[in-house]
């Protein structure tokens, strides 16, 4: 039977057909909305069902029944009541558009609705103990579990929703979008898989655990918000089973997903596994707002295009975006993050397209290794906020043409512009301190270097092989400067000591150690002072100067020390006074043009000088011209 009611006279003209009871079921359009009627012990001809233990359990709907519209499940079936609605009951049925649950109803499978594409209206009974509903959403009201929803659902704030239960969404293609509350904290395996209409989720940071292909089949998603990497929040390093970013998307195939395979750290912390996730092809930016972003997190997945590490990430590992080959930008916000990946296995690794990275205004350390091997990386612009640049931080960065260091950085770690040929030009400000070693090591293109009035110490090889380097001046406030700090940088001409400086002073653009009275460095302008400030030649001094074609030692010094002419390649003749008496280790190796050397004593003397171990081994052929006769090795 079939009847249209006016909304403002339902309850009584449904009272009154309902007395009837001649009549199995009454398809009734309320406005010329169509829905589902019937009595207590009259829906046996639409539902298929179960009777256990004097309860009733809806197991789908009778197939010689046809059924579209709104659908009402009855509170009793031939006088027993309706307690529960089993697994798959409705799965897949596009004719429901809107459900009702009885006020007797204790049990919904978890995937009872699964599929039901045109569900848009869902509705608890009043009197019902164990569900509510809001926002067309079915809520398991003790548990506070988000039990069903649809493509209208709109997931209610007010704190009644903790968790998003398994397969809550599970084939709503129509979801176009959804917004999580801040109150959830769990979202269940397979929550929003098959919602293929789903372009975008943010997931708020109160989320502690996301099931296993909680969005497997998401094949329109374009960008995703995660509090964390993986299955759960708070994971570590030291943890096992560190899944990683596909975990959330499966292992099953689907249209629109591309199989993906991921090394991670499985059940031991020792040796990595793989898994093959599918992951959405559309999905190109994501956005990770906390947690540690572990060992292979987003391993080979070439379709994203853009990375947002947000302010509540604490710790990057090794090869955490190896081969994200199509990884064109990085947003770094993380403000106390103080580890990002190793020398051989930076975070990046092989991200062969990554051209721009933002560095948010927050961020106060850019980690160990944050952006090494970034070769086509060509600017960054550093953000006040920043104090300290870490080891390696940009290691390699063979793109990277200009650098703007702020005045807030105190220290530049080791190896931190390592490689960047491309850089032509650093001014280090005043409020750094430290210079680690080998912090701008093979900057071939470095033409030009300021060093601040702050910097105390200069690291060990720190500037070694600038070799288009043509000048650099000390300031006064440096106490330290390490051996080889300017080593073959063989374009070095000027030398030059700002005169407050305590610790050093140049002359004949040579730099020495006052109160020591040690030459540290030399270029191939070079002309040792002979007033007596220079006593000896320290280790490496003269370094990789290949330029320099000749040296007179002056009668003051008494040492010469290791490697000091290691690598004058262009170096032909050398006087060395009598006064020496200890000539260090490779003190002239690789002076490959070098084969006579004028000593200004006997050959006695010479055989006196204690020279450094295997010194034959480590110099050239050469002939001692003494006093008294030549010694040929």
């Known amino acids: 039977m079939a009847i249209n009611i006016r909304k403002d006279n339902q309850l009584s003209q449904m009272s009154a057909l309902m007395s009837n009871k001649s009549i199995k079921s009454i398809y009734v359009k309320i406005d010329n909305e169509s829905t589902c009627i019937w009595g207590d012990d009259l829906a046996d001809s639409l539902f298929t069902y179960t009777i256990q233990n004097n309860s009733v359990t809806i197991t789908g709907l009778n197939p010689n029944n046809q059924f579209s519209g709104n659908l009402s499940i009855p509170n009793r079936i031939k006088g027993v009541p309706v307690t529960a609605i089993g697994s798959s009951s409705f799965k897949n049925n596009k004719n429901i558009m809107g459900i009702t649950i009885g006020s007797n109803i204790i049990g919904v499978s978890d995937n009872a609705f699964d599929g039901c594409t045109s569900l848009t209206s869902i509705t ?36 009644s929703v903790i968790y998003i239960g398994k397969y809550a969404f599970k ?3 129509g979801l176009a979008s959804i917004t999580i509350p801040d109150s959830v904290t769990s979202i269940g395996s397979s929550a929003f898989s098959g919602c293929s209409g789903l372009a975008s989720i943010t997931i708020p940071d109160g989320v502690t655990s996301i099931g296993l292909s909680a969005f497997s089949g998401c094949s329109s998603l374009e960008s995703i918000t995660i509090p964390f ?26 249209d629109g997903g591309v199989a993906t395979k991921q090394y991670y750290y499985g059940n031991s912390t020792s040796s990595t596994t793989s898994t093959t996730y599918y992951i959405p092809s559309s999905l190109k930016s994501v956005t990770v707002t906390g947690g540690n972003i572990l060992y292979g997190a987003f391993y080979g997945c070439t379709g994203l295009a853009s990375i947002t590490i947000g302010s509540g990430v604490t710790g990057i590992v090794s090869s955490a975006f190896e081969e994200c080959t199509g990884l064109a930008i990085v947003n770094w916000n993380a403000t106390e993050c103080t580890s990002a990946g190793s020398y051989s296995n930076p975070i990046f690794k092989g991200c062969s397209n990554l051209e721009t990275v933002n560095i948010g205004e927050n961020v106060k350390i850019i980690p160990s290794y944050a952006f090494s091997g970034c070769t086509r990386l060509t600017s960054v612009t550093i953000p006040d906020s920043v104090t300290s640049i870490g080891t390696g931080a940009f290691y390699d960065c063979s793109g990277l043409a200009s650098i703007t260091i702020p005045d807030g950085v105190t220290s530049i770690g080791s190896y931190a512009f390592s490689g960047c040929s491309g850089l032509t030009s650093v001014t280090i400000p005043d409020s750094v301190t430290s210079i680690g070693d080998s912090a701008f090591i093979g900057c071939s293109g470095l033409t030009s270097v300021t060093l601040g009035n702050g910097v105390k110490s200069i690291g060990y090889r720190a500037f070694l092989r600038c070799t288009r380097l043509t000048s650099v001046t000390i300031p006064d406030s440096v106490t330290t400067i390490a051996v ?34 040690t030459l540290i460095l030399g270029c191939k302008t070079s002309v040792i002072p002979t007033d007596g400030s220079v006593t000896s030649i320290g280790d490496g001094a003269f370094y990789g100067c290949s330029g320099i074609t000749s040296v007179t030692i002056p009668d003051s010094v008494t040492s010469i020390g290791n490697a000091a002419f290691s690598g004058c390649s262009g170096l032909t003749s050398i006087t060395i006074p009598d006064g020496v008496t200890s000539i260090g280790t490779g003190a002239f190796y690789d002076c490959s043009g070098l084969t006579s050397i004028t000593f200004n004593g006997t050959k006695a003397q010479w055989r006196a000088i204690t020279k450094g171990f295997n010194w034959n081994s480590y110099t050239g052929k050469y002939t001692i011209h003494c006093t008294d006769g030549d010694i040929s090795k």
Do not use: R
């Open 124 to 159: 608890v009974a009043e009197g019902n103990t164990k569900y509510h509903s809001s926002g067309n959403c079915l809520i398991e009201t003790a548990s506070n579990t988000l039990v069903l929803g649809c493509k209208t659902s709109v997931i209610p704030s007010d704190g």
């Open 229 to 254: 990497v993986g299955a759960k929040a708070g994971v570590t390093s030291s943890d096992t089973y560190q899944y990683p970013f596909g975990y959330i998307f499966g292992t099953s195939s689907y």
């Open 484 to 517: 080889e700090a300017f080593s073959y940088c063989t374009g070095l001409t000027d030398i030059t000591v700002a005169n407050g400086n305590t610790k050093y002073h140049s002359e004949g653009n040579c730099l020495i150690e006052t109160a020591t009275k």
């Open 171 to 173: 084939g709503c293609t």
